[in-house]
């Protein structure tokens, strides 16, 4: 049984503004009916496959779990990196975890943020090579290449016995005279950054070529902490762990290396012009989502993300725009990789809307600001089904909250009581409150607050089923 683990970190700038630090691609509904890394998690699933082990960051551990039960898996393992140090200490830190679970295991260490469109000949493909894994290979997947992609590092293959080649060795992006050299042989793929292997062949391969990466993961591992259905690997010595990733710590220096060459649709969505390549086109070459109009268009993205609003091109050739309620981005399609640079500037200028979607998600649902001024804040919160705010105080604001969706179940002091639809309740300043959704639908309500100071860090947390401080 081989057990996928998703890496499911990043920064959230390829895709800005649909996607953000606070709301990586992975999360996003970016193409098709699953977010990205819904669709990896479903990917691998059947009888050859174990339950996932997710790779992630402490923000996202709720988005995680929240997602997965959406898509009905219920069994995995999360393991909370404190933060990101690129993929050789993600991937050995999983490796480790596997071992300690099942000194046998296999472990397929893929991205979580990639479109596979015939998941059925990727997993066939997983499959192809795991005879190889199990002679103890590292195997790792070429994806046949459809055009001369300066933007991917590819790989270099030999000889061939039963679909499983010689890794001859690694390529950096090429230029664009080099990548047309490769396009033009066979020997050449796409390298998608996909590893099977059993985890304790990985484990020796760390001990060989990065031993300073193993020796410090596995003092942060050793001093992990559980945390609900989390795993926390212990922040002091991970910020000790060099930032590397798998290729350059241990790919390139390996031996026992072997490619699966996968010849179906692939794409790590990289950036905005690779999303257009992705999506449905008209006869003009424009893809153009819901509430967005092209006229006189031709070879463009037009994407409008919030229903209130329309975006309409008008004479537009190769140019993306996309529209958010805070947040507009237009460019060439030639330079919609240079967003990085926009979100670098708007950090700069330290604008919120660099790293922080409208939208806050938070592990019992989510809520939004519909306005913010001086000593004044309107939101619109949601509540899952069953799930439960902190019960919390506050020491520079009152809140008054109107029900308009469902039923809330209300704590104030010493009172508990149910408000429902076009009811509201007052919540003095300093009064220990809680909200619940007591019933199976969601709950909706509007949140007026006003005080001489709103954020976000004016808690004080008594009790919390989230086991946050």
């Known amino acids: 049984m081989i057990f996928p683990v998703l890496l499911c970190g990043g920064s959230g700038t390829r895709l800005w503004p649909l996607s953000r630090k606070s709301y990586p691609k992975q999360f996003a509904d970016v193409i098709g009916e699953h977010s990205l890394f819904q669709a990896s998690a479903l990917r691998f699933q059947g009888d ?8 992630t960051g402490d923000a996202f551990r709720f988005i995680v779990t929240e997602q997965l039960a959406e898509v009905g898996i219920t069994e995995s393992g999360i393991l909370i990196e404190p933060e990101g140090r690129n993929t050789a200490p993600a991937a050995c830190a999983a490796a480790l975890a596997a071992v300690r679970q099942n000194p046998d295991a296999t472990i397929l260490l893929c991205p979580a943020d990639h479109v596979i469109k015939d998941a059925d000949a990727f997993r066939a493909a997983v499959l192809q090579g795991n005879k190889a894994a199990q002679d103890g290979q590292i195997v790792t997947f070429g994806i ?87 795993t926390r690997i212990d922040p002091e010595l991970w910020a000790s762990v060099p930032d590397d990733s798998i290729d350059y710590a241990v ?22 012009e690779a999303v257009y390549l ?62 990085k640079k926009a979100v670098q500037v708007l950090k700069a200028r330290e604008a919120k809307q660099a790293t922080q979607l409208p939208v806050d998600h938070r592990p019992w649902g989510w809520f939004e600001t519909l306005v913010l001024a001086d000593r004044f804040q309107v939101k619109r919160i949601h509540v899952h089904p069953g799930a439960a ?5 506050h020491h520079h604001r009152s809140e008054h909250w109107i029900v308009v969706q469902g039923t809330a179940k209300v704590t104030v002091d010493e009172e508990v009581k149910l408000v429902t639809e076009n009811q509201s309740v007052y ?24 005080g001489s100071y709103l954020g976000e860090d004016d808690i004080i947390r008594y009790e919390d089923v989230y086991a946050r401080s």
């Open 48 to 55: 050859d496959f174990g339950a996932p082990l997710v790779v």
């Open 144 to 230: 046949a290449p459809t055009r001369a992609e300066t933007g991917y590092g590819w790989l270099e293959t030999g000889s061939e016995a039963d679909g499983v080649y010689q890794l001859e060795r690694f390529i950096e992006k090429p230029d664009t005279a080099r990548a047309e050299e490769l396009f033009s042989d066979k020997r050449y793929l796409w390298n998608a950054g996909v590893f099977l292997a059993r985890a304790q062949v990985l484990i020796d391969a760390f001990e060989t070529h990065a031993p300073e990466i193993l020796e410090q993961v596995g003092k942060a591992m050793d001093a992990a902490t559980h945390d609900l259905a989390f």
């Open 251 to 272: 790919m390139e220096k390996a031996s026992n290396l072997s490619a699966v060459r996968f010849d179906g649709h692939w794409s790590d969505l990289g950036g905005w």
């Open 278 to 339: 992705e999506s449905g086109r008209d006869e003009n070459g424009n893809a153009v989502s819901d509430h967005a109009t092209a006229l006189d268009c031709q070879n463009s993205l037009l994407r409008a993300e919030d229903p209130d609003q329309e975006l309409v091109g008008i004479g537009l050739d190769n140019i993306v725009a996309v529209a958010m309620r805070d947040a507009v981005m237009v460019a060439d399609m030639s330079n919609a990789q240079n967003v």
């Open 389 to 393: 705010l902190s019960l919390q105080s």
């Open 427 to 450: 919540i003095p300043l300093g009064a220990v409150h809680r909200m619940e959704n007591p019933g199976k639908v969601p709950m909706v309500l509007i949140e007026v607050q006003t």
